[in-house]
């Protein structure tokens, strides 16, 4: 299936089909244990999401503990500085736990207490989802562990402290690169085996079905607000959006409210680590091929006999092998175009964002930044673009600085 | 009739259980896989279940997934594991091989093309652990095709309509998961897994293998009581590590295991029968 037998994804966009796919991507490819559980959770998912009970419940916490809505923010002298279009930042990053991770993980552990689970497992990278899972698991008195890669709980040591303060079990794989993909699969295998009495939070909009269409629910709170409130500060839609995409959680929360918007370009910013053609990247869409890994058929970085491969990014967020379904489709479909931006210019922009406008940026959402800065200045003075600004730099200050050369 | 389907019916005719021992190809080095093979069978294997190394087997307890990341150090690809299944044919035209492993590698190779060079190689049934019924079916067709039997898993998850959809996708044998988990598990259940078994006989006329948390002769002999066969994977792949450094040693030391093993589940029938044990 191409884009030229679909036609573009837009005008009434309802993916995905019944048993996860969109397109030719998704599905629920594990092991026959998990089958059923996977069904009991879709059959959970689609009862509480138009209960009113829940959402309300949902809708509290938001407020009340995330701190939603964000604000959607003018950076006018960063648009100055670049000399085109007018840019504002949908600020993520001042969400409790300083990502959008927690719209997630807040909306998961409704669901999990719904469904009678005591215990929350996660797989994180960075740390950042793992934080919000922890952070929810405490609020609600659930048995929390996390699956984290030997090598990024080195990497993230403040993180693993984080989740350990809030009372989490960290617990650091040994197995395959010892990253994120290793995580990721050490906490299906928990699953599996403690499946009971057991939910598995899924950070990202990857995993079988339901997780890519359940978190991107999830996380379209981000697209929901920004609509309203572009509308209500410029009386129009934007021109374009650009988000991050490691899994790509927070660029389909952004995207998904406005895919029916033709209007609307949409780009996805992807790890281009040392550079594409270096083959050091963490950019699937770019420059990976289909294929099927963690229960999934998407795009994804692998030898030519299938074996997944390591991947290269600053950012710990984007070092990933794999996308969500979802945007393996909307880049099939051409609805939303994906492009990737190095290291070194999300170093830059990092920089940028942080002397003209005081906001100090995730690395992750620097990579989104560095595209728009590509971007901004070939576009009209009174043209609007919205970046996702999905996570604060905190977490990356000792990363910068070790780049740097400076010693904190 | 399937080399596979041939197996079962020389087994059940003799009132024998079959044995399925499990080796990760190419592991700990490409050149112990097939003497290890022709030795599992000397000691009394009928069916091998050769694994397929993967980066990224999300279903395997520690045990195989050290296996596969011994054997990936050797860049062993699906290629090279029909060219192992290819060699073992030369002498051994007899014993049914079937590739058990995950998706991806066959993704990237090409549904088709994978098929023809596996019926090729000599190769009866593929068991694809990532693969439900609900996304197998062009894999099914392409297989089907080739004549090879496509393995699928049940588990203590399925319940009865799973059960029946894949009875009727399958052929050649169905594999019982033993339990809640990955391989290698350590807490069969036995009355728990006559009660799975007994669930699903009704609605299938496939022998039942059942596997993951066999590991000795013991639970292979109790498990053989109530099932058609008995797949052996994490207890022999356990033992790779210590001989490492001494290859030559691994066919001898894991057809050792086997052997115990054969001998136990030969025992219940010896005992059934009146015959001397």
């Known amino acids: 299936m191409n884009a030229s037998s679909q036609g573009t994804a837009s005008v009434h966009y309802s993916m995905p089909d019944e048993n996860g796919h969109f397109g030719p991507y998704g599905g629920r490819f594990v092991a026959e244990t998990l089958m059923g559980p996977l069904e009991e959770l879709r059959l959970a998912y689609e009862k509480y999401c138009t209960d009113p009970e829940f959402i309300s419940e949902l809708d509290a916490d938001l407020a009340n503990f995330v701190g939603r809505p964000s604000p959607l923010y003018l950076a006018e002298r960063w648009s100055e500085r670049l000399g085109g279009a007018r840019i504002y930042l949908k600020r993520e990053d001042l969400n409790h736990t300083g990502a959008h991770k927690i719209n997630n993980t807040v909306g998961q552990a409704l669901l999990a207490k719904r469904m009678g689970k005591r215990r929350i497992i996660a797989e994180t990278g960075a740390g950042q989802h793992g934080v919000a899972t922890a952070t929810v698991a405490a609020r609600l008195g659930m048995e929390c562990v996390v699956y984290m890669g030997a090598e990024d709980i080195q990497r993230q040591a403040i993180n693993v402290y984080r989740m350990r303060l809030l009372g989490a079990d960290v617990v650091s794989v040994e197995s395959g690169s010892r990253t994120l993909k290793d995580a990721l699969n050490e906490a299906m295998r928990d699953w599996v085996t403690n499946v009971d009495e057991t939910f598995y939070i899924i950070g990202t909009v990857a995993g079988p079905h339901p997780y890519p269409a359940m978190v991107r629910d999830f996380q379209a709170v981000i697209g929901r607000e920004t609509r309203a409130q572009i509308l209500d500060r410029e009386g129009r839609l934007p021109d374009a959006l650009i988000a991050c995409v490691g899994g790509g959680s927070n660029a389909i929360g952004l995207f998904y409210p406005f895919i029916e918007d033709e209007g609307v370009a949409m780009y996805g910013v992807e790890g281009g680590g040392e550079g594409i053609d270096t083959g050091r990247h963490a950019a699937p869409l770019c420059d990976g091929r289909p294929g099927v890994l963690h229960g999934n058929r998407t795009y994804l970085i692998e030898d030519d006999n299938g074996q997944i491969t390591e991947t290269h990014s600053v950012s710990a967020g984007l070092d990933y092998p794999g996308v969500g379904p979802e945007h393996a489709w909307l880049k099939d479909s051409g609805r939303a175009r994906y492009v990737a931006a190095t290291d070194d210019e999300a170093m830059r922009a990092f920089h940028a964002l942080t002397r003209t406008e005081g906001i100090m940026p995730a690395l992750e959402s620097s990579h989104a930044l560095a595209y728009a800065a590509h971007l901004a200045p070939a576009m009209d003075r009174d043209s609007i673009l919205i970046i996702n600004l999905s996570g604060r730099g905190d977490k990356d200050v000792h990363t910068v600085a070790t780049l740097e050369g400076i010693k904190v | ?277």
């Open chain 2, 1 to 277: 009739m399937s080399r596979i389907s041939g197996c079962f019916q020389n087994l059940r005719s003799t009132g024998r259980k079959a044995l399925i021992p499990y080796v990760t190809a190419g592991d700990p080095q490409p050149d112990v896989t097939v003497p290890l093979l022709h030795a599992l069978v000397e000691a009394g294997a009928d069916l091998l279940e050769i694994g397929v190394p993967f980066s990224d087997p999300m279903a395997d307890g520690p045990v195989i997934q050290a296996a596969c990341e011994r054997a990936l150090v050797h860049d062993v690809s699906l290629h090279q594991v029909l060219d192992m299944v290819r060699e073992f044919r030369k002498d051994n035209p007899v014993t049914p091989v079937v590739l058990m492993g995950y998706l991806n590698p066959i993704e990237a190779w090409g549904y088709k093309d994978f098929a023809r060079a596996a019926s090729d190689a000599g190769v009866d049934g593929v068991l694809t652990v990532d693969l439900p019924p609900e996304e197998a079916g062009l894999l099914k067709e392409v297989l089907q095709e080739q004549d090879l039997d496509m393995i699928f898993l049940l588990s203590p998850t399925s319940g009865k309509e799973r059960i029946r959809r894949i009875s009727a996708m399958a052929s050649g044998f169905l594999y019982y998961v033993s339990l809640k988990g990955v391989t290698g598990a350590k807490k069969l259940d036995i009355t728990a897994v006559a009660a799975g078994l007994a669930e699903i006989r009704p609605e299938t006329g496939l022998p039942l293998g059942v596997g993951f948390g066999i590991h000795d002769a013991e639970s292979a002999m109790r498990v053989a009581e109530i099932a058609d066969a008995v797949v052996v994977g994490s207890a022999l792949v356990s033992r790779i590590p210590a001989l490492q450094d001494t290859p030559d040693l691994i066919p001898g030391k894991l057809a050792d295991t086997v052997s115990e093993m054969r001998r136990a589940i030969d025992g219940i029938r010896s005992k059934r029968t009146g015959m001397q044990a």
